[in-house]
């Protein structure tokens, strides 16, 4: 089991290839918010290509703008011990009781996504400056 996720966990639960379709067309044209963004677009481009689906949306990873608002000198003396999701979200004290579920992790991310732009704007006003997904070119 990974992350308490066993196959018991996800044995009636549809494969990629079944809902595929349905989240390309949920998030087609949409800007997509991840918590380290690489990790999970592999698994988009991965998986979606043999299904005959590009994932091509511009993502914005808050791994990357934790660390570009912590780079800055009025922050960089407040900086959190790491850039994970559960370090982020106990230093900005978000509510996270169920990790690595996926309606949890989707909520509390956008949280922090919203927390991270509210210190400061600029994080996503930066549009010629592209961050971070190696395996991406359309990222902020």
Not at 8 to 34: I, M, R, W
Not at 74 to 100: C, E, G, I, V
Request: charged share 25%; with cysteine; aromatic share 12%.
């Amino acid at each position: 089991a990974i992350n308490g996720i066993d196959d018991e966990l996800v044995k009636d639960k549809p494969l990629f290839q079944e809902v595929c379709g349905d989240f390309y067309k949920f998030t087609c044209g949409s800007t997509l918010v991840a918590h380290n963004a690489d990790f999970d677009y592999g698994f988009l481009s991965y998986y979606g290509t043999p299904c005959g689906y590009l994932f091509n949306n511009d993502i914005i990873d808050t791994i990357t703008l934790a660390k570009k608002l912590f780079e800055k000198p009025q922050h960089k003396s407040k900086a959190p011990k790491n850039y994970s999701l559960d370090t982020l979200s106990q230093y900005f004290k978000l509510d996270w009781d169920r990790p690595h579920r996926a309606d949890c992790d989707a909520v509390t991310q956008a949280m922090l996504f919203l927390k991270l732009i509210d210190i400061d704007n600029s994080l996503i006003k930066q549009k010629s400056e592209k961050y971070c997904c190696k395996n991406k070119k359309n990222v902020l």
